[in-house]
């Protein structure tokens, strides 16, 4: 049964970076597209990135691209967010979700197994 632990939460100043990780075990990651998601308190869960089972193909919600990098090393059973510039806007609770069979989504309902959550916060 695969299970999803994300950590590199914290809290950062705005302009500052961070990188999550989401760390799988109980299965192999090789077969799984990886989203991250993250909600905010009062908000609904939005879809940050994804990235697919070989890494070769990403997808970025447009609040995040060109500031945000997903990447998994599979000899790790591991995928990353590299969150750079981050604004007061970022701030949330981020988690990370694997599905199967399918190409890269940026939608909650399609997934099924999900991490507990890792927060981040930025301000000054």
């Known amino acids: 049964q695969l299970q999803l632990v994300e950590s590199g939460g914290a809290l950062v100043q705005p302009g500052g970076s961070l990188r999550l990780s989401c760390a799988a075990s109980?299965?192999?990651?090789?077969?799984?597209?990886i989203t991250w998601f993250r909600q905010a308190p009062g908000k609904e869960r939005e879809g940050v990135s994804c990235?697919?089972?070989?890494?070769?193909?990403?997808l970025y919600a447009d609040s995040v691209k060109g500031r945000f990098t997903i990447s998994r090393d599979n000899a790790k059973n591991t995928v990353y967010l590299q969150m750079n510039s981050l604004k007061p806007e970022d701030a949330a609770a981020y988690y990370c979700?694997?599905?199967?069979?399918?190409?890269?989504?940026?939608?909650?309902?399609?997934?099924?197994?999900w991490g507990q959550g890792t927060q981040v916060t930025v301000s000054s």
């Open positions: 979700a694997a599905a199967r069979f399918m190409p890269c989504a940026l939608r909650p309902d399609l997934f099924g197994r």
């Open positions: 109980g299965s192999t990651l090789t077969t799984y597209i």
């Open positions: 990235i697919s089972p070989s890494g070769g193909s990403t």
